[in-house]
């Protein structure tokens, strides 16, 4: 079955940048559309930037809009989050998820996904 995983977190300091990236070994992901969702501590997962299966439609949510760039290169099946000026706020689990609908869509909601990742702790600590 196919399974997500995502790299890339870590502690970063304020105003510091990480690149997330999500792939899913042995599989194609070019038909699935590609979501990313941060849990903070004692908190649901909220939906914070996603990619549709063209790399044109991408949507972002207020946190992380102007911050945060979604990118996908379908030539080795992996996805981006690039975030720059991580505030403390961001700190949380990021989850990546896909959805075969293959669209993105401004709905910040988990349901619909078909496969996740088991996420990757991002810090943004002094």
């Known amino acids: 079955q196919l399974q997500l995983v995502e790299f890339g977190g870590g502690l970063v300091q304020p105003g510091g940048s990480l690149r997330l990236s999500c792939t899913a070994p042995?599989?194609?992901?070019?038909?699935?559309?590609i979501s990313w969702f941060r849990q903070a501590p004692g908190k649901g997962r909220i939906k914070v930037s996603c990619i549709d299966i063209t790399g044109e439609g991408r949507h972002y949510a207020g946190v992380s809009e102007g911050r945060f760039t979604i990118w996908r290169r379908n030539a080795n099946h992996t996805t981006f989050l690039q975030m720059n000026n991580l505030k403390p706020e961001d700190t949380g689990v990021y989850y990546c998820a896909a959805d075969s609908d293959g669209v993105c869509t401004s709905s910040e909601s988990e349901y619909g996904m078909d496969f996740w990742g088991k996420g990757t702790q991002v810090t943004v600590s002094s």
């Open positions: 042995g599989f194609t992901l070019n038909m699935y559309a």
